[in-house]
């Protein structure tokens, strides 16, 4: 049996985003053909912690830098180049890794998130003559910070590193001509994988004819997601066109939102829930908007809903078309008017066109059910050169 290391920043049950949920998904459905192990990171400071989750073997290494990745409190400029200098060269942690995949000796090394491990690991596998496949689910490669100092430091060495990586995925085209257009990954074979989005279903909510909209967001709750646009846009809507706004999320605009709606109750702030409870109300609502300012690389809250049979309504931005493929259930960033007037229209359609809008949601959402084929076609080809 093929043995295949996925590495990858954090992993179940550290749970950060998408990219943690995507990376388990992916080796819990390896596992069922191949021998799966993860090297993550973890908290502790001493030693390499193994067990097994779901058939796949996990190995947590210490944290040897001035402070964990998982610890979110703002550290200065000072502690960050520190942070990053460290991650980026650390000869001890890359003497530890290098002893743990020779003790593994995998097949193929399959990379996702580096941050807290360091892109020295493919000059490691370069060395050990293991193939490299790296799918870039963000652009920390190349802006991991919001300082042009460490991001060119980042970059320049990622850059030459990069150079040993044999296959590159961009879990969509947009992140995977961004990281080409930075000259990153030149010598390597190159594809689009979409990520697995495997959400529970629940029974969704009948929409009754031209009745006022339900409406869900679903996510961080941070000023680059764009969620002000949207409940700026539900401010100024009659309660005949919205009758509710469902926010189901953290972030720091929480107090504020709740500042300026007070008087509006139909602004409902769930905070954080479950994972069931968040496809559960992904049902109850009519539709999803995703706001997002950011160039989100994928979009994984589209699927989700789909998954759910909910219509998304989101902004043009980043891999997010390449999800939404009817630009009437798309609108630009921070267009508080456009969003405005794609929830009147969607809340005037009528029953059986909405029908229709729930059925090519959950036809939409089926190629995302599993990307294993795809991998496996990556896979055997590395294997057999």
């Not at 053909?33 to 993550?40: A, D, I, P, S, W």
């Not at 050990?128 to 496949?133: E, G, K």
């Not at 007070?262 to 049902?283: C, L, P, W």
Request: net charge positive; charged share 25%; proline share 3%.
């Amino acid at each position: 049996m093929k043995r295949i290391l996925i590495v990858n920043s954090f992993y179940f049950p550290t749970i950060i985003g998408g990219a943690e949920i995507s990376t388990q998904l992916l080796a819990e459905e390896l596992a069922n053909q191949y021998e799966v192990h993860v090297l993550t990171t973890g908290e502790h400071k001493n030693n390499i912690v193994t067990d097994v989750i779901n058939n796949v073997t996990v190995h947590r290494i210490p944290c040897l830098n001035i402070y964990s990745p998982l610890d979110r409190k703002n550290k200065g400029a000072i502690r960050k180049t520190g942070w990053h200098i460290i991650n980026a060269y650390h000869p001890y942690q890359a003497s530890i890794i290098r002893n743990l995949v020779k003790k593994i000796d995998p097949d193929i090394v399959h990379s996702q998130n580096l941050m807290g491990i360091g892109t020295y690991l493919w000059n490691i596998c370069n060395y050990l003559s293991i193939p490299i496949v790296h799918t870039t689910r963000d652009y920390a490669l190349v802006e991991p910070v919001n300082s042009n100092i460490i991001n060119k430091l980042v970059y320049k060495c990622n850059l030459r590193r990069s150079r040993k990586v044999n296959h590159i995925v961009g879990i969509s085209r947009y992140i995977l001509n961004y990281h080409d257009e930075k000259k990153l990954f030149s010598n390597a074979k190159k594809s689009v994988i979409g990520n697995i989005v495997n959400a529970k279903q629940f029974k969704r909510n009948e929409r009754k004819n031209k009745t006022p909209l339900s409406i869900g967001y679903f996510g961080q709750v941070a000023a680059n997601k764009g969620v002000m646009t949207l409940v700026k846009a539900i401010q100024h809507l009659k309660e005949d066109i919205v009758k509710e706004l469902v926010i189901c999320g953290t972030g720091d605009l929480i107090e504020e939102i709740q500042k300026i709606t007070q008087n509006d109750k139909r602004i409902i702030i769930k905070g954080k829930i479950s994972q069931d409870e968040v496809y559960r109300q992904m049902a109850q609502v009519d539709v999803t908007v995703v706001p997002s300012i950011w160039a989100e690389p994928f979009g994984r809250v589209i699927i989700e809903s789909y998954q759910q049979g909910t219509p998304v309504i989101a902004t043009n931005v980043g891999g997010i078309p390449e999800l939404i493929t009817d630009s009437k259930m798309l609108f630009e960033p921070e267009k508080i008017e456009e969003l405005q007037h794609k929830l009147e229209w969607l809340q005037t359609m009528s029953e059986n066109k909405f029908k229709e809008l729930v059925e090519d949601s959950y036809e939409n959402s089926k190629k995302f059910r599993s990307n294993i084929s795809y991998y496996e076609k990556v896979y055997s080809e590395l294997l057999k050169n």
